[in-house]
């Protein structure tokens, strides 16, 4: 779906990104009101539940699912920050849901107006040059959910080159885990820290002063990663990037 002229559009900022990255989120309403839209936060969010339905908890999540319904149908976009959150209401909810006719519906109505950014911008909004500069040397690491389920492919580079100033370099085997999987690297923490040992070393071999990505949960993991080893690269949501202005 595509729109002309100014959208108002509902930012789900996400409860990691709230708590933890709000940076992240002025980032997106900076980006999105520069282009020329409205940009409103609905105060009453929460967490979209992907916490609770993950772990088995598929019951408790339900209320969380009727509150981001709640929240977000009134507008035509929902933009979300992560592709793990965008990826929780678009595959997750329609089969939380199903139980429930009259919040099935309002789900099939709503999910398919929920974007990832670079899904907004690329498809929605038909800009792949936001304006930004940026001139530093990048990587980008394609988070799984983005990567697997939403299958943002070449959206968020596209939106990067496109960025003055910027270097932007491959990552080697970058289709690869960095081995967060939420929980996954609590219950496994040695398979995960192996699998971030891989990341990182194909990381520091781009010689790149930052690492991008669409989820600030896996910034976090090879962010930590990164630090113990005494790099100086710094991991960055690439809104940040798209953000940025000389």
Do not use: W
């Amino acid at each position: 779906m595509a729109y002309g002229g100014r959208v108002r559009i509902g930012l789900f900022v996400t409860c990691l990104n709230d708590l933890a990255y709000p940076q992240t989120g002025r980032a997106v309403v900076a980006l999105l009101e520069r282009l020329g839209h409205e940009v409103v936060f609905p105060a009453e969010q929460t967490c979209c539940g992907q916490l609770h339905a993950n772990t088995g908890y598929r019951t408790e999540a339900l209320p969380l699912v009727r509150r981001f319904v709640d929240q977000f149908t009134g507008f035509a976009a929902v933009v979300v920050p992560s592709g793990s959150c965008a990826a929780m209401v678009r595959d997750a909810y329609p089969r939380l849901a199903a139980a429930d006719p009259a919040l099935s519906a309002r789900v099939e109505a709503l999910t398919p107006r929920v974007y990832e950014v670079s899904e907004l911008l690329v498809d929605v909004l038909g800009v792949t040059d936001v304006g930004a500069a940026f001139p530093h040397r990048v990587t980008y690491h394609p988070t799984c959910h983005g990567l697997r389920v939403l299958r943002l492919g070449d959206r968020p580079l596209r939106l990067l080159r496109a960025v003055d100033g910027i270097e932007l370099v491959e990552l080697p085997a970058a289709a690869e885990c960095c081995g967060f999987g939420g929980t996954f690297a609590v219950k496994n923490p040695d398979v995960s820290g192996a699998m971030l040992a891989d990341k990182c070393a194909d990381l520091a071999a781009t010689g790149a002063a930052y690492v991008a990505a669409a989820d600030n949960s896996c910034l976090a993991h090879i962010g930590g990663g990164l630090s113990r080893r005494g790099s100086g690269m710094t991991a960055l949501h690439y809104t940040e990037i798209l953000a940025a202005t000389r």
